[in-house]
Each structure stands twice: as structure tokens, then as C-alpha cells.
């Protein structure tokens, strides 16, 4: 049975959730706060954690960034907040995916399945590549540049992975966002942006003009060496 960590400081939307999901066979946990949520991740960690942002005592965000340091569950932030800079800054932390309040619960069940199955799949192994001051190593989860070790959140490793598959390869939208989110988000176009924008940030010497992770307008994006 699929274990979900449901986080929120309302009651109502943590008995909403309860209801919902115990009536399609998932096991649920529920916290009301941050501490509460990280205590209980360290018990037991879940399959899948469903996060609010706003919560009494540690942000969500900051939630999220503890989870990250030891664990790759995957998780889908809840929130009432609809600015840009908010899910960036989420996702950036390391979430997998963001729903806004108020969602209907066929499209986050069908959120939480997707990120339910990117937690259990295990793709080939992508090759190490060293070109100038980079070496990625996805079979490690390594990432060094200039001699400095670069942390990557989970769905950075996945786009990164899938892209070092194809080197030189046009690989695209489309086939990018259905191996990274899942056939749902063939037009979530916004993820890739999103994404690619902070693996540029970490990667490249130079984010607005990248050597190594480039956007072919419209198509779809390549891995060059």
C-alpha cells in the first residue's frame, strides 16, 4: 500500500485529503506543522509527501530543503500561493511538483500517482561526462565544476540524466516531460523552462549563453559536449 505524508496546518484540507485517499487504497499519514512532518519522516519515510507551504513554524520551503539533505522521496507542494517566485523557489529547493489552492482532486491524484511512479522508476544508467571544468556522473550523483561539488535536487538529476542519454541528441519537449513527470505533462512546457533555467545557473560558466544545455527554440532541448 502506498504510504502518503499529507502536511497542512488546515484541518479541513487534511481531513479532505484523508477521506479522499484512504477511499482509493492509500495508507495516510497527516502533520500539521513542519516539525511534525520531518519527525515523522525520520520514523518512517513515506512513498509520497503532499506539502503545504504555509505552515505555523517552519516554512514549507524550508521543509522541503532538511528532506532533501537525506532522503529523494518525492514531493508535491499544496499551496494557496500563485507567484512564480514561490513555485520557483520550491521547486528549486528540491520539489517534484506544485499544485495551487484550490485544486481539484482528480488532477492531484492524478499529480500524486505521476510522482508516485518517478519515485519507483529506476531508468538506465547515464554515462559520466567530463568536458572542460565539468564532470557529471549520474551512476554516482556527482556533479563537480571547477573542482566544486554542485548539488542537484532530484528532478535536476532526472533532466540531466535523461539528457546525457542522448549527447548531441535533440531531445524533445514532449518526450522530455513524459520521462521526467509522466504522460500527464506533455504540455507543462513551463516545467522545462523552470528547470533548465537553474541547471544552467549550476552548471554552466555562462547561464545566458550555455555551452552545454541548449534550448532548440520550440523543439526541445540537447546535452553538447
Excluded: C
Aim: glycine fraction near 8%; avoid cysteine.
Amino acid at each position: 500500500m502506498t504510504v502518503v505524508l499529507a502536511v497542512d496546518d488546515d484541518r479541513a484540507i487534511l481531513r479532505t485529503l484523508r477521506i479522499n485517499l484512504r477511499a482509493r487504497d492509500y495508507e495516510v499519514e497527516t502533520a500539521g506543522d513542519g516539525r511534525s512532518a520531518l519527525q515523522a519522516v525520520a520514523e518512517r519515510v513515506p512513498d509520497v509527501i503532499l506539502l503545504d507551504l504555509g505552515l505555523p513554524d517552519v516554512s514549507g520551503t524550508e521543509v522541503i530543503r532538511r528532506i532533501r539533505a537525506t532522503s529523494s522521496v518525492p514531493i508535491v507542494v499544496l499551496s494557496a500561493r500563485h507567484e512564480a517566485d514561490d513555485k520557483v523557489e520550491a521547486l528549486d529547493a528540491g520539489a517534484d511538483d506544485y499544485v495551487t489552492k484550490p485544486f481539484g482532486m482528480e488532477e492531484l491524484l492524478a499529480r500524486l500517482r505521476a510522482a508516485v511512479r518517478r519515485g519507483g522508476t529506476s531508468p538506465s544508467p547515464s554515462p559520466a561526462v567530463s568536458v572542460g571544468g565539468l564532470v557529471i556522473d549520474p551512476e554516482d550523483g556527482t556533479a563537480v565544476k571547477s573542482g566544486v561539488e554542485v548539488h542537484l535536487t532530484p528532478t535536476e538529476w532526472r533532466i540531466v540524466t535523461a539528457l546525457l542519454r542522448r549527447p548531441g541528441r535533440l531531445v524533445r519537449q514532449s518526450e522530455l516531460l513524459r520521462e521526467v513527470w509522466g504522460p500527464a505533462y506533455e504540455r507543462e512546457t513551463h516545467y522545462l523552462r523552470v528547470y533548465l533555467a537553474q541547471i544552467r545557473r549550476k552548471l554552466e560558466d555562462d547561464p545566458a549563453n550555455p555551452r552545454h544545455f541548449v534550448t532548440e527554440p520550440g523543439l526541445g532541448y540537447r546535452f553538447v559536449g
